[in-house]
């Protein structure tokens, strides 16, 4: 259970008291046209040092003063090309090396770098330097600039990206900047556009450097009007470019998961997505002037019951019938909807503009329902502009994750790309832009405008995204949402707990940053915690761990209470706590090298990858006490030891789960060592099933022990659409029949599938995962792998199943053994037995990755068999049920050596595919 927020300020205040948009300084703020001037010459890909590297300060761009939208999306084109996951490095040069391509990097000759990615430009040698954290430690400094007097905070959320058909698997970072509401901090308003791209379009000036250019742009409109209204945010506003949209909007997906809490999906007011919005209207398409493009306004729908109950990306997040359906959310979606139209119109009558077109005409555009009375002409409204709750069918956003939590959403943008769910007939430009190499400032400047060189500055595009930044900007500023109010001197407290999962026994960091005084944001603070469990502590940063786990029902209490040094004036925001006794970790572990099998004197190095996002350390931990209380390897058959079952009415065409040695699927017989794994799936080329499940389950109960710490492990290589999921999930045996098991969800896989050949995806590889089951301690549980199918057969999409192999449940204890920036450790002064190891990488919000796999190592006697390549022990061969009880249980001698494992199939040449679906 996450970490819900409630606030208890001292100073009073209320959303009644928000002051109305003051349409007259909105009008002020609008500046469409920033450094880069409409008709100027567009900067090759080559001239980042000359041309952009002199207008920035430190790591911030804005020769314009404003953070431009335009200048912003020029600068992250070419500063900041490549922006994917796992990036192991914040000191990558900005630019793409003089390559003279668009995102592209020249060939140097490393073989780090010089490698192919996913996607259909892979062979192209030579890879970018990766800019992930490089763009965060930028946002950063920016946002910082910006809101630095509104107490803006800044937070990194990690979480684990699979990567996809086109995208870099590895840690992925939402980057966070935070304005703490003044009244409610608790209650939230969002605005993103993903930063991440594919490896199809390596420059992304449209999908979607554009977008969250916009929401810098959207930040400094807002604290421009907060300074001249002299007002502050009743409701904490959030910045937050997400990561890993591409690979199937992981990034929101993460938040809504993690940092929205179920059953407090209200407290979310808004959510503001662009991905992108402009590229489009206003301009007339190539400068035609009878060929207007566009503008799509998308809200959520009420009544969208396919994007609910079998829907994966329901069941991957717990979100379900009962949040969509919510008569709560109902109307905060219909109230929210009802709004739209009339911000529309409240923006259009306060943005006069025009456009150029073909021949030197200029036409008048953001044209209001009022002013085309008053001119006798057509509005844009209704006609050039479509508010609905339609959306296009190939593609989706960030929006959807919010959609299904039942959060009202807004997200405009060109009518490019393709047909809608209510089947308007579209325009094929945009599709054949996303991501391709197409996606660049030369191809977005001619679709824009008349000089179809590309290679001067387009007005149309430039008013685009000026006028998309007010869009949301007015809305974000309306009462109803961030609700502006006049703010009185004194002291705000604000905070946010990181992991957002509670857990007994592990450190939560509790962070202030945020907290600050109205009117000296300088001014010093004392900070005072009560965790809610009868402990305190002071500082504005502090960790504390909880020793007990609570009833979801019954929660602690966390409080912050911040006092102004100077006045004596306090602020208060109070946490309610549920803690749990375990959670799953959301990132990957380093992998741990084999370690010597078997030692004479008790010294040994051991040795570990490196993992991205920026680890402060890495934790190992050493345990001498393993028990195997279940092993599967997946070699003799489903035998007497699992149940299958497929959904009622499950089409034929999705086989249920059976040894992959026999099995149809086109990828043949995967496995992660040995003749077999277990597979369940669809065979191509039949279309898939939606909406339907294919279960594996445990007929005997596994006893876990009281001691130590249990966990599970398993080698998965899921093949499947971005809305299917494989879900791994527990329940308690009270051995009583007639009950039905209470399952719990620990671990859920997910991914984008779309090899077009058995050849091509062959050399897939499989991960290892491992689940902590510290909840389930001392408990005889039952085990089920569940593959859901969800609700749609995605265009270029192959869902082919999941494979699942080596599936062990055993317990330890570990211990810390020491910290080190370093990735390796020299271990000493062990005495005579069996020790295993295993390391974790730290980061310095307080979150840190799952464990690796665990090295044995024996000291003073024979080598136990060699362990597999990765680190893990071989595994005994599954046992048979006993008559005599329900439990299952491993032999107590060593495990036996294992076949040799067979040879991996050659990697299979990468071949074009079709764009992935996320925008």
């Given amino acids: 259970m996450a970490l819900a927020a409630t606030t208890v300020s001292s100073i009073v205040g209320a959303d009644n008291e928000a002051i109305p948009l003051d349409v007259g300084v909105m009008r002020q703020l609008y500046q469409p046209e920033g450094h880069f001037k409409a008709g100027s010459p567009v900067p090759a890909p080559t001239d980042f040092e000359s041309a952009l590297r002199p207008l920035m300060e430190g790591r911030r761009f804005n020769p314009s003063g404003t953070y431009n939208a335009f200048d912003t999306n020029v600068f992250e084109v070419l500063g900041l090309p490549y922006r994917a996951a796992g990036d192991l490095d914040a000191d990558d040069p900005y630019g793409n090396g003089g390559d003279p391509r668009h995102g592209f990097c020249a060939p140097n000759g490393d073989p780090d770098t010089d490698r192919e990615r996913p996607g259909n430009l892979a062979p192209i040698a030579g890879e970018c330097p990766n800019h992930q954290l490089e763009y965060s430690r930028y946002f950063e400094d920016t946002m910082r600039d910006i809101l630095g007097e509104f107490g803006v905070a800044i937070h990194r959320y990690r979480f684990f990206n699979p990567g996809s058909d086109n995208t870099q698997s590895g840690v992925a970072i939402n980057t966070a900047a935070v304005v703490p509401g003044f009244d409610h901090p608790d209650e939230t308003v969002i605005v993103s556009g993903h930063f991440d791209q594919t490896n199809d379009g390596p420059a992304s000036a449209w999908d979607s450097a554009e977008g969250h250019a916009q929401v810098i742009r959207i930040a400094k409109i807002m604290a421009d009007y907060w300074r001249a209204t002299g007002t502050r945010p009743s409701a904490t506003v959030k910045f937050v470019p997400w990561d890993a949209e591409e690979s199937g909007t992981l990034g929101s997906a993460d938040y809504v998961s993690h940092n929205v809490v179920p059953g407090e999906a209200g407290k979310v007011r808004g959510y503001f997505n662009t991905d992108p919005c402009a590229g489009g209207y206003p301009a007339y398409r190539r400068g035609n002037p009878a060929d207007r493009v566009q503008l799509g306004i998308q809200l959520a729908n009420p009544?969208?019951?396919?994007?609910?109950?079998?829907?994966?990306?329901?069941?991957?997040?717990?979100?379900?019938?009962?949040?969509?359906?919510?008569?709560?959310?109902?109307?905060?979606?219909?109230?929210?909807?009802?709004?739209?139209?009339?911000?529309?119109?409240?923006?259009?009558?306060?943005?006069?503009?025009?456009?150029?077109?073909?021949?030197?005409?200029?036409?008048?555009?953001?044209?209001?329902?009022?002013?085309?009375?008053?001119?006798?002409?057509?509005?844009?409204?209704?006609?050039?502009?479509?508010?609905?709750?339609?959306?296009?069918?190939?593609?989706?956003?960030?929006?959807?994750?919010?959609?299904?939590?039942?959060?009202?959403?807004?997200?405009?943008?060109?009518?490019?790309?393709?047909?809608?769910?209510?089947?308007?007939?579209?325009?094929?430009?945009?599709?054949?832009?996303l991501h391709t190499p197409l996606d660049n400032l030369q191809t977005l400047n001619a679709f824009t405008s008349a000089d179809q060189t590309g290679n001067t500055f387009s007005e149309g595009w430039m008013k685009g995204m000026e006028m998309c930044a007010h869009l949301l900007a007015s809305f974000m500023l309306q009462p109803e949402q961030s609700a502006p109010r006049r703010a009185a001197d004194g002291p705000v407290a604000y905070f946010e707990a990181l992991p957002n999962e509670a857990t007994v026994g592990k450190p939560v960091r509790f962070d202030a940053a945020g907290s600050h005084v109205v009117g000296d944001a300088a001014a010093p603070l004392e900070y005072r915690w009560d965790f809610g469990d009868g402990t305190t502590a002071t500082g504005a940063r502090v960790e504390h761990v909880y020793d007990r786990a609570t009833d979801k029902d019954k929660p602690l209490i966390a409080r912050l209470t911040v006092r102004d040094l100077g006045s004596?004036?306090?602020?208060?925001?109070?946490?309610?706590?549920?803690?749990?006794?375990?959670?799953?970790?959301?990132?990957?572990?380093?992998?741990?090298?084999?370690?010597?099998?078997?030692d004479a004197n008790g010294s040994f190095n051991l040795h570990w990858s490196r993992v991205g996002g920026g680890p402060s350390g890495y934790l190992v931990e050493e345990s001498s006490d393993l028990t195997t209380v279940f092993a599967e390897d997946a070699d003799r058959g489903l035998g007497g030891t699992w149940a299958v079952a497929r959904s009622d009415g499950a089409d034929a065409s999705l086989h249920p789960w059976q040894p992959s040695q026999g099995s149809p699927a086109f990828t043949g017989n995967q496995r992660h060592r040995g003749p077999s794994s277990f597979w369940t799936g669809v065979s191509p080329p039949v279309a898939s099933p939606v909406n339907q499940e294919s279960v594996l389950t445990?007929?005997?109960?596994?006893?876990?022990?009281?001691?130590?710490?249990?966990?599970?492990?398993?080698?998965?290589?899921?093949?499947?659409?971005?809305?299917?999921?494989?879900?791994?999930?527990?329940?308690?045996?009270?051995?009583?029949?007639?009950?039905?098991?209470?399952?719990?969800?620990?671990?859920?896989?997910?991914?984008?599938?779309?090899?077009?050949?058995?050849?091509?995806?062959?050399?897939?590889?499989?991960?290892?995962?491992?689940?902590?089951?510290?909840?389930?301690?001392?408990?005889?549980?039952?085990?089920?792998?569940?593959?859901?199918?969800?609700?749609?057969?995605?265009?270029?999409?192959?869902?082919?199943?999941?494979?699942?192999?080596?599936?062990?449940?055993?317990?330890?204890?570990?211990?810390?053994?020491?910290?080190?920036?370093?990735?390796?450790?020299?271990?000493t002064g062990r005495q005579p037995g069996t020790y295993g190891y295993r390391v974790r990488a730290l980061y310095d919000d307080g979150s840190a990755t799952a464990s690796s796999a665990v090295t044995m190592v024996r000291v003073g006697a024979s080598a136990p068999p060699a362990p597999k390549e990765g680190g893990t022990l071989p595994l005994p061969l599954a046992q048979e049920p006993s008559p005599a009880g329900p439990t299952e249980r491993a032999p107590s001698a060593p495990p036996p050596t294992p076949p040799p494992p067979t040879t991996p199939p050659p990697a299979a040449p990468t071949l074009p595919t079709a764009p992935h679906l996320p925008l």
């Fill in 303 to 433: 009544d969208r019951d396919e994007d609910v109950g079998t829907n994966a990306a329901a069941n991957l997040f717990d979100l379900g019938n009962d949040k969509i359906r919510d008569e709560g959310a109902r109307a905060r979606m219909e109230a929210f909807n009802a709004k739209a139209p009339k911000l529309v119109e409240q923006v259009f009558d306060y943005l006069d503009d025009t456009v150029t077109v073909a021949g030197g005409d200029k036409r008048e555009v953001f044209v209001s329902t009022a002013e085309a009375a008053e001119a006798g002409t057509a509005p844009d409204i209704g006609k050039d502009v479509v508010i609905s709750t339609s959306r296009a069918v190939l593609f989706s956003s960030d929006w959807k994750n919010f959609e299904n939590a039942g959060i009202p959403f807004f997200n405009p943008g060109p009518e490019i790309t393709g047909p809608s769910s209510r089947l308007e007939p579209g325009n094929p430009d945009g599709i054949a832009i």
């Fill in 568 to 598: 004596g004036e306090t602020d208060a925001m109070a946490v309610p706590v549920t803690v749990a006794l375990a959670s799953r970790p959301d990132l990957p572990g380093p992998v741990m090298a084999t370690a010597v099998a078997d």
């Fill in 698 to 827: 445990s007929k005997r109960a596994i006893a876990l022990p009281a001691s130590g710490s249990p966990s599970l492990s398993y080698w998965s290589l899921f093949q499947s659409e971005g809305d299917d999921a494989g879900i791994v999930e527990l329940a308690v045996d009270d051995a009583d029949p007639a009950t039905a098991p209470a399952w719990q969800r620990v671990d859920v896989t997910g991914g984008v599938f779309s090899a077009e050949s058995a050849s091509q995806a062959a050399g897939a590889r499989f991960d290892n995962r491992v689940v902590d089951l510290a909840q389930f301690r001392g408990q005889e549980v039952l085990l089920r792998f569940r593959y859901v199918l969800g609700d749609s057969d995605r265009v270029a999409s192959q869902p082919v199943g999941w494979f699942v192999d080596d599936i062990v449940l055993e317990a330890r204890s570990w211990a810390p053994l020491d910290t080190v920036n370093s990735t390796s450790l020299t271990v």
